[in-house]
């Protein structure tokens, strides 16, 4: 018997979405946390429950950097501090849909799979609906349709009974809720560009729809190099130049959804909004530009729905989540660590590590037929995120070739179907489709990755796979993200 390969061959994790523990700032956090815990001042309100909308200093600094970042006016009273990306889609959920109201959920598919099951948790089971993309995101048009047709369907038999809706005080619950990233999506790496921005938010208002907008990538954009000239010797990936902040390109810093619906005129067959809740939210997270595990983030968002949502019942109870950790990042916002760190550290280092896996995607992978996407938002120089999408050659499906790349090569990689939204996977099938994610392994290991991956597309595209009966690839979905 032959040794299995896991003891053969070291393991690399191209699925794992995580930030390199190279990008993780103890020591700004530490400096930050011993500095909170130093002044009283600072020390006693953070030690103890916080205000319902979060801290208000990280709500202030907050509004001023994303507003030196996105453009607009600072208004600390549009951030809701959150416990994070996923904790937040939850209190959204509670606080501003119910399965009784609330027809259909809309995911940008491929989807960010771990937010379906946090839309099952709120009772959307079965009814979550792919909203197809093209090569430039959500195809609006398409999705105007598919949302006219449920309606149909909804008004002829699923009648609202009024004695089963949430009664919420400060909240409204919306029609569809449409969640997608609009930003260097995971898993695709695209980036929507300004008019499908804004017929998206038209469209939101049109149907009553809460675009609920995981901005979570934002910040970690750069522009993509010209490639070295024959002569020259290359001076990149080694030591790309620094990337300024905010981005000189407007490129890089596209009008979130949130800041268009607040600033795009209401048209009249566009549904009324007295209370001014709005259509489309922003939801950041610290977790990519800090660390995962300060469990942080802020919901940007009309002042109405900001308020509304802290006042959601387990935010009222315990205060705002994530509180000694929002006055940590505090403390790193205010003192320009966290900018500096992602100007200096993250930035730089995510756009060597894609430059060489994309040169080696280039390499390898796309004389087998391999196709992928070059800049995230097309017609421009720029990339971004954690992650890069490539579609396989016809007759190579997904599935054999991640079950083989982990047998054979130690090679953990995310099959598209992974990313197809659950119960209405047959809209949107992603089978000959792949994810990796550059940020998590060493760079070394990243390209040994797109390595073994080649030697795998190569032999079941030949055929010379035997017939395997064992599970599927998606066994190895622990702590994936
Ligand atoms: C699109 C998207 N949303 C949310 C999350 C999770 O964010 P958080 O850690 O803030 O909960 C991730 C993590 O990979 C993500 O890619």
Redesign the pocket.
Known sequence: MGEPIQALKKQINLLR??PSPSFLPSEALKAATVRALSDPAVSVPGLQYGPDPGLRPLREALAAWLSRFYGGVPDPERICIT???????ANILASFTDPAVTRAVWVAAPC?F??CPIFEDAGFGGRMRAAPEDEQGVDVDALDKRMRRFDEAWERECPTDPDRVKKLRHRKLYRHLIYL?PTC??PSGKTMPLPRREALVRLARRHDALLLA?D??DFLQWPLDPPPSASSPPSFPSSPPPVSFPPSSPNLRLPRLSDIDARLPRREDEVADPARFGHAIS?G????IVA?GV?T?WVDASPAFSYGLSQTGASRSGGAPSHFAAVALWEMLRSGDLERRLRHVIVPALRTRHARVAAAVDALLVPLGVRTRRSSLLGADVYGG?FIWLALPDGVEAEAVARRARDAEALIIAPGELFEVYGDEASARFGRELRICFSWEEVEDVLEGVERLATVVKDVKEGRVPVNECSSAAGSLENA?
């Open positions: 979405g995580w416990g994070g990306a996923s904790q937040s889609i960010y771990l937010a990233v999506a995971n995981d979570v990538y939801n997270s610290f977790s990519k995962p469990r983030g954690y993200k």
